[in-house]
Each structure stands twice: as structure tokens, then as C-alpha cells.
């Protein structure tokens, strides 16, 4: 070995004994450079690359070796002065590797090192001298020193110290799943085995799976037992707690969020308008389940039998409380039972009081009937009443006091029920009250004053040779001679029966044919105000003892020019009946008694009844009337809500024509009629819808009165189909079943319009009403829309709902006839 050393040291020249063991150690010793390439085995020790290494190496072999002719301290400082420094146990390593395979010495390391310091720093090797005691310290202490220095490694090293732990790591895996393969192995082979036997034996699969799980349960609650008793969370941490490794349910939670990655559910951001409260934790956030042992010991329902609810037993409960009532009972004394009886009765006889008190007043006698109950009567008919004390409504005809005999009328003419116009106007007629009634067309207010009408005249002493001279016992007024003779007819059918006379006195039949009529008394005498005046005029008639006076549709005739001709009439009538302008007139006791000591003299009454009561009215009304009663169905001068109203913009007056025959060939069955403005218009129309097929007749006052009466009465029994007619058919006229009405010209006021669409709708029936609207019609624009809005059954056009002129009253481009100019 020494021989060895020796040629090395021949061959390696001034490369030094560091070079020698280089040679002689197997590669893997060798030093590698940054790349991991071994160094070049260089024999002249010249050709080292300029590494940093290399530089470490070779200082580290010179200090050994001691060629350079410097001394270890030397080398040891000039080490010292470089950028880095050593491990002073590394270089021992690095020494002890490079020395062992000469395996020279079995001296402790500590000694070698010492001896060849010494050897390095004074002598050459042949004078080796035993290291003093001093030096030996001084040596201790300085490596001392050196291993309180703060180490650096370079990064070469640390690079080298990182893949040695990672082999480390990788080996003990390796071996980790060797050992794991291998119990695998054997636990199949075992398992082989098992089935192998079990399927020989014939055991049941599936025996051995519920024994499995069995098994598992079985431990499961040991396990339970032992940490907190939940055993229905053990198979979630099954495998954990087979790991020896028990996690709470949070815990997994929380590795699984990190590495499967569950979403975190996004927290809600508050909106300024949303919920109250909003609360910015996330259900996860609540700790309550790990901390609150309530949640430990989760509660599940109880469900006894079959279809009883969650944790009730319905028998049960009721078995139970029938034990409590029987316990109750027996603990009654006999005198608590008997007030228990007699309380219990009270309380139900209270309480069937009250429900007959509350019961509907159609449920209810007369004498019965309370404030309440007339309230929501007239409620439920829609009568509003004012002026002094009213009369209660009638609820049925056999309850008005009305005479009978007129009962049997109204029953014969088959009014089975009063309208509500004539459940209020009635009573107060028949306190001999004067009235002013408003009601929707059609709605039976002929009747309303017809029967008190009747009923006052039935207390006057039959007309006879001598009384009846003095003239008719009432009068009833109206517009038009066709509305004059309607009345008529309706009076005759009443007044007929019960023996009464009635005459019409109206314009185009000779005066003295009426006077003929007149010629054998009339208790009831109707008349438009032209000819009465005529008649009263040239003494044909006298009132001298008329005391009931009906202005029937009066707005319409001051609005044709008749106020001076009924001013004319009522200031004929005897002023010895006139009721009293006071708070007597109110008085209904008073207001039926006889005036003074004739026994036949009664108090004139005056009525006014209309469907539209415009304030013109109110004038005739305070002069002729004394403390009147004023009785109003729904709203004054509404539509009846039985008419469909229907407007349409056409001014063109061929598409007005066009329009007009596709409407009356349309769906519409006769009788149906047309309104015009003008008489010439009529006729024009009447030509045209008779070359179509369908039969029409016309009606203005251009007409002889027998024309008119003829073609009203076709219209009526059906000979014609369509009736084309001014407002000479615009009011009162009741045609049974007219189902269309055309405004081929728009009324020229509200009022008018009213009155024309309502020939249909009559009585409760149902109608439509078309309506032209042109430019022209700007004056009533705005009122036509405040009616098709208060209508349910209309619908205002676009054009109308926009219009200027339907924005203000009066409109705009013309003047609307105001009622006071008449
Ligand atoms: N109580 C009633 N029961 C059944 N039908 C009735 C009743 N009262 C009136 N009528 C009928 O109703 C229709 C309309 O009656 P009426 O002509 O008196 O109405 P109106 O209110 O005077 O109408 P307009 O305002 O158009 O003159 C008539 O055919 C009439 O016979």
C-alpha cells in the first residue's frame, strides 16, 4: 500500500498526493462539475477546469499535502479570505474519504488531523513530531470556532443535500408500496381461498354481506361508544378511523374543500330594496353542530300505526281526553251541571237572537224590518233620496198600501215586483208629497206615477154630471204627442179596469174630436202643452179641480219651447188647493187630509219625473212644487248600464251610410232604430235601407200625425224592421226589444243622446248603441266622454279620449246650447 503511495506520488509530481488517491478512487469519489460531468482524469493535475470546485479541491489537497511551500495556517486563511467558506467537519469528510482507502492509519481522526497540521505547518513529512498539549487546545478551540460560524453552501451544494433527501423520500415510498403490494397479494390469495371454501359449503353470498355488514355496525357502536355515541357518523370516517385516525365530520369537510375543491358558495350581496335582514354568514359558517350537543342527539319522528300523523297517536289522544271529560264529570256536583244547562241555553238563544235580528231584510216581516235593514235596501237598489221626512221604500206591491183593486191591476198587467224607481216614488206619492223622480230610461217611471196617481183619485168622489164639469181630478204633461198617447195606452191599461176615465189631448187631431172625447168626463187627462193650452184657451177644458199634476220628461218640454205653455196650464189649475210653502208640506198626515171643511177638497200635487234633470228644470220646479221629495236611481243622467255604447269616428257621410247598412244587416235583429238630425235625412235613409231588403219606416215632425202614429205602431208589431226618426222618437218612446240604436248624427246635446240610446236597454233587457262622431260634433265631445267613462260596457275611441275639444267642457269650435238659453 505504501508502495503504492509512493509511485503515485513519483508520477504525480508536482500534482501532489491529492491527485494520487484521486486516481485510485473508484469514479463515484470523483468531484463533478456544475453540468454533473466527472472530471477528466488529468495526470499533470494541470488541465483542471478553473471550477470552483476545483479550486476547492485542490486547496483542500494542497493544505494536506503541503507542496505549494505554504503552511496550513496559510492555506487555512487564504481559505479564509474567499467568498465562502467550509464546514470544518465537511473538509474532515472530505479528508477522510480521500485518506481511507490507504486505510494508513487506525489513529482517531482528531490525531491524524493533528499530526498532519502540524506535519503541514512547520516540517516536511520525515520530521513528524508528537502535537503539543497547546496546540492540541489551540486546535480544539479554533474548530470550535469554525463550527460557530454560520455556514453557507453554495448552490451546487444544496442542490446535491436536495437530491440525496429526495432519494430518500422516493426509496422509503418505494418500499412503502412494495410492502402494500405484497399484503394485497396476500389478502386476495386469502380471499381466494375463503370463497373457494364458502362456495364449496354452499354459503351465501349475500349472508356473508349482511354478516359483513353486521360486523361493521357491530363495531361501529363500539367505536361510538368510546368517543361521543354517534355511531351513524362512523362509516363517513371509516377509513380515517382504520387509519387509527378519527376526523370530524368539519374537519373532512375542510380537506375535502381543499382538495376536491368544492365551491364556496358565494355570499349573498344585499340590494338596496331587497329583505330586511341579510345575513352575510353562509350556513356552513354555523359552529352550533360541533359545539351544541342538541345537534348530537338528533331527534326522529315517533310514527305509531299506520296513516297517523308524525308522533300522534289520534286514538291515543282521544282516549285520553275522554278520560279527562269523564273525570270532569264525575267531579260535578248536580247544581253545576244543571247551570252548565241553563247557561249553554242562554248563550244559544242569544245567539239565535242575534242571527234573527241579522237576518236579510228580504227574510224579515214589515214590523221587523229596523233603520239598518231599510238602509241596506236602498242600498241594494241603489235609491238616494232627500227633502224632508221620505216614506220608507216598498219592498213588495202587497206591502205598499196601495189600494187593492189597484193591486189586482198591477197584478193583471203583470208587474210582478216594483221597479226601484217605484219602490221610493210610490210611498211618497201616496203621502200626497210632491216628487221629483229621476231614473234611467226605461225603468218603469209611468208607473211611479201612475199608481199613487190612481190611488188619489180613487179618494175623490166619482165624476159624475155635476163635477164633471169642473174638469179632469189630474194631468199628466209630456213632450211629444207620441210620448202623450204612450202614457196614454199605459193609463188605460190601469185606470180601465178601475173604471176611470182617460183622454189625450194632443196636437195634429182636430180640437173638436178631442172635445167629443172630452164630452162624457175624463178623471185623467194626458196632453202635450201646445194643445192643452189650445183647449184651455177656447174653454174645450177647464181644471178647475185638478189637484195631481204630472210634468212627465219637463226638461224636454222647456227645451222645446213649452215653459211659457206650462207656466201657462199649472197657473190655470186652482190656487185654493196649493200646498203650504212650509214644513207642513213635508208632513204627509197633514199633506192627506182634507183642506178646511170641504170633505172632497184636497192638496195639489205636483211630480216631475225624467231621466235627465238639467237645472232649467229646477226653475219650473221651485215655482210649481212645495217641498219637493227628490228621488234619484243611481246616478242623474246616466245611461242605462244595460245599453252597450259603442262610438265610432266617421265623418265621410257615404262610410257613415255604408257603415249604417253593414250594422242593421249585420247581427242585429228588428226592431231596431236610426237617429237622425234632420227630417230630409230621415227620409233619405229610409230610401236607401229599404233597397237593401229590409223594411223602414220614418218618424219626424214633417210627418202628418197619422203617419207618425202608423209608423210607430209598425215598428211595434213588427211591420217594419227599422225606424229612422228625429228626436221626436228620442224620448219616452218604448219599443219592446229594440236592439240596436244608431246615432247616425250625434245628438246635439247630452242629454238628447241619453234619452236616444236608451229605446234600448228597456226594463232590464240588454242593447247596443252606435254612435257616428264627426268633426261637427265638438260640443258634445266632452260630456259624450265623461259618459263612456263612467259606462262599464264602453269603450272611448282614441280619437275621442285625445280630442281637445273632450278635454274641457263646452269644447272648442262652437258653442254648446246651454240649457239656460231656453
Ligand atoms: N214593475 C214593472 N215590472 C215589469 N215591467 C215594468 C214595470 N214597470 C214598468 N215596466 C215596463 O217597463 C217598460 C218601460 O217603462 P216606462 O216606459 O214607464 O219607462 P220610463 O222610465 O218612463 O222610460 P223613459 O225614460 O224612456 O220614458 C214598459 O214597457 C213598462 O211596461
Not at 470546485?53 to 505554504?70: C, K, L, M, V, W
Not at 189631448?505 to 173638436?512: F, M, R, Y
Request: hydrophobic share 30%.
Amino acid at each position: 500500500m505504501s508502495s503504492n503511495r509512493q509511485s503515485d506520488y513519483r508520477r504525480g509530481g508536482a500534482d501532489g498526493g491529492g491527485h494520487r488517491d484521486r486516481s485510485r478512487s473508484p469514479d463515484r469519489n470523483r468531484p463533478r462539475d456544475r453540468d454533473g460531468d466527472r472530471y477528466s482524469n488529468n495526470r499533470n493535475g494541470r488541465d483542471y477546469r478553473d471550477s470552483r470546485d476545483n479550486r476547492d479541491a485542490r486547496d483542500s489537497r494542497d493544505t494536506r499535502d503541503g507542496r505549494d511551500g505554504r503552511d496550513g495556517r496559510d492555506n487555512r486563511d487564504s481559505r479564509g479570505g474567499r467568498d465562502y467558506y467550509r464546514d470544518s467537519r465537511s473538509s474532515r469528510e472530505v479528508r477522510d474519504r480521500d485518506r481511507s482507502p490507504a486505510g494508513s492509519s487506525s489513529r482517531p481522526d482528531t490525531e491524524k488531523d493533528s499530526a498532519m497540521d502540524v506535519d503541514q505547518g512547520s516540517a516536511p513529512l520525515a520530521r513528524k513530531v508528537p502535537i503539543s498539549l497547546e496546540e492540541l487546545i489551540k486546535k480544539k478551540e479554533q474548530e470550535k470556532q469554525a463550527l460557530e460560524k454560520p455556514k453557507f453552501l453554495s448552490k451546487e451544494e444544496r442542490a446535491q443535500l436536495a437530491m440525496e433527501k429526495r432519494a430518500k423520500e422516493v426509496e422509503a415510498q418505494r418500499k412503502a408500496q412494495d410492502l402494500e403490494r405484497q399484503q394485497r397479494a396476500e389478502f386476495d390469495a386469502k380471499a381466494r381461498v375463503e370463497v373457494q371454501d364458502n362456495n364449496r359449503y354452499g354459503y351465501d353470498s349475500r349472508i356473508a354481506a349482511r354478516d359483513r355488514s353486521d360486523r361493521e355496525r357491530e363495531r361501529g357502536r363500539d367505536r361510538a361508544g368510546r368517543s361521543n355515541g354517534d355511531w351513524r357518523k362512523e362509516p363517513a370516517n371509516a377509513d380515517a378511523a382504520s387509519s387509527g385516525i378519527v376526523l370530524a365530520d368539519k374537519e373532512i369537510e375542510l380537506v375535502k374543500k381543499r382538495y376536491m375543491g368544492i365551491e364556496e358558495k358565494e355570499r349573498k350581496i344585499r340590494k338596496r330594496n331587497d329583505k330586511k335582514f341579510v345575513f352575510d354568514w353562509n350556513a356552513d359558517d354555523d359552529t352550533s353542530r360541533d359545539l351544541n350537543p342538541i345537534y348530537t342527539h338528533r331527534h326522529s319522528a315517533q310514527l305509531f300505526g299506520r296513516g297517523h300523523f308524525a308522533g300522534v297517536d289520534v286514538k291515543d289522544r282521544k282516549d285520553r281526553d275522554q278520560f279527562y271529560d269523564k273525570l270532569l264529570a264525575a267531579r260535578r256536583t248536580d247544581a253545576e251541571v244543571t247551570r252548565a244547562g241553563e247557561l249553554g241555553d242562554m248563550a244559544a238563544q242569544k245567539e239565535r237572537k242575534i242571527n234573527y235580528a241579522d237576518r236579510h231584510w228580504s227574510e224579515k216581516p214589515l214590523d221587523q224590518m229596523r233603520e239598518r235593514d231599510w238602509r241596506i235596501f236602498k242600498e241594494d237598489f241603489n235609491i238616494s233620496c232627500k227633502g224632508g221626512s221620505i216614506p220608507n221604500p216598498i219592498r213588495r206591491w202587497s206591502e205598499s198600501g196601495i189600494d187593492p183593486k189597484i193591486l189586482v191591476v198591477i197584478d193583471k198587467v203583470g208587474y210582478k215586483e216594483p221597479t226601484p224607481i217605484q219602490r221610493q216614488a210610490i210611498p211618497i206619492g201616496l203621502q200626497n208629497r210632491d216628487i221629483i223622480g229621476i231614473a234611467e230610461t226605461g225603468s218603469g217611471k209611468t208607473a211611479s206615477f201612475l199608481i199613487p196617481m190612481l190611488h188619489f183619485i180613487f179618494d175623490l168622489p166619482k165624476l159624475n154630471e155635476q163635477n164633471m164639469v169642473h174638469g179632469p181630478y189630474s194631468l199628466i204633461l209630456a213632450p211629444t204627442r207620441e210620448l202623450a198617447q204612450q202614457i196614454e195606452q199605459e193609463t188605460i191599461k190601469f185606470a180601465a179596469p178601475l173604471g176611470l176615465n182617460c183622454v189625450s189631448i194632443v196636437g195634429g187631431h182636430a180640437v173638436e174630436e178631442q172635445a167629443f172625447n172630452l164630452r162624457n168626463g175624463a178623471e185623467i187627462i194626458i196632453a202635450t202643452p201646445g194643445r192643452l193650452k189650445d183647449c184651455l184657451d177656447r174653454r174645450i177644458l177647464v181644471l178647475n179641480q185638478c189637484t195631481y199634476v204630472v210634468m212627465d220628461e219637463a226638461d224636454r218640454m222647456i227645451d222645446m219651447g213649452f215653459e211659457a205653455d206650462v207656466n201657462f196650464i199649472l197657473d190655470a189649475l186652482p190656487v185654493s188647493n196649493l200646498k203650504p210653502d212650509t214644513d207642513d208640506a213635508e208632513d204627509a198626515h197633514k199633506m192627506t187630509m182634507a183642506i178646511g171643511d170641504e170633505p172632497n177638497q184636497k192638496y195639489r200635487q205636483t211630480t216631475m219625473f225624467s231621466a235627465t234633470m238639467p237645472p232649467a228644470v229646477e226653475r219650473l220646479a221651485k215655482r210649481y212644487l212645495r217641498r219637493p221629495a227628490v228621488v234619484t236611481i243611481g246616478t242623474a243622467g246616466q245611461a242605462v248600464e244595460t245599453v252597450e255604447q259603442r262610438v265610432e269616428m266617421v265623418t265621410d257621410e257615404n262610410k257613415k251610410k255604408n257603415r249604417l247598412m253593414d250594422l242593421l244587416k249585420g247581427q242585429f235583429i228588428p226592431p231596431m232604430i236610426v237617429f237622425v238630425n234632420q227630417k230630409k235625412s230621415c227620409d233619405m235613409l229610409a230610401k236607401m235601407i229599404n233597397s237593401t231588403g229590409l223594411r223602414a219606416t220614418t218618424l219626424h215632425g214633417g210627418k202628418s200625425q197619422e203617419q207618425r202614429e202608423l209608423a210607430l205602431s209598425q215598428l211595434k208589431s213588427g211591420k217594419s224592421d227599422v225606424l229612422v226618426a228625429t228626436d221626436v222618437a228620442g224620448r219616452g218612446i218604448d219599443v219592446q226589444n229594440v236592439s240596436l240604436v244608431v246615432n247616425f248624427d250625434m245628438a246635439k246635446n247630452i242629454e238628447d243622446y241619453t234619452h236616444r240610446i236608451g229605446r234600448t236597454g228597456r226594463a232590464g233587457k240588454s242593447g247596443v248603441a252606435v254612435t257616428f262622431l264627426s268633426s261637427y260634433d265638438t260640443d258634445v265631445y266632452y260630456d259624450l266622454k265623461q259618459m263612456l267613462t263612467k259606462s262599464t260596457l264602453a269603450t272611448v275611441p282614441a280619437e275621442l279620449r285625445n280630442h281637445e275639444a273632450a278635454m274641457t267642457k263646452g269644447g272648442v269650435g262652437g258653442r254648446r246650447r246651454g240649457n239656460d238659453e231656453f
